[in-house]
């Protein structure tokens, strides 16, 4: 059983920045693909960044260069830091773990205002 929580979300004005973590439980997590998604209002969650086990990154277009993941496997803890932030990255963001199954965490909310 893995169980992610996720913290950092909350209010920022554009241009603004906010770290997110992801903490998990579980053997798996240094063996995992983790990674971030976003789901916006009305909108499907999308894959906002990706970080293997052998340390490989891929970012959306959307966030590349102002995004940053990374992972700290000794900490079971994953990051996620958001620069030069925009409205449009609004959103619910969720970590996923991604094994032989997927998990989920429950999400955390960014608001960015203009």
């Known amino acids: 059983q893995v169980q992610l929580v996720e913290s950092g979300g909350g209010l920022v004005q554009a241009g603004g920045s906010l770290r997110l973590s992801c903490l998990g439980s579980g053997s798996i997590f240094s063996r995992a693909a983790m990674a971030w998604y976003r789901q916006a209002p009305g909108k499907q969650r999308e894959l906002v960044a990706r970080?293997?086990?052998?340390?490989?990154?891929f970012y959306a277009d959307s966030v590349k260069g102002r995004f940053t993941i990374s992972r700290d496997n000794a900490k079971n803890t994953v990051y996620l830091q958001m620069n030069a932030l925009k409205p449009e990255d609004t959103g619910v963001y969720y970590c996923?773990?991604?094994?032989?199954?997927?998990?989920w965490g429950q999400g955390t909310q960014v608001t960015v205002s203009s």
């Open positions: 970080i293997f086990s052998s340390g490989s990154i």
């Open positions: 996923n773990a991604l094994s032989v199954v997927n998990y």
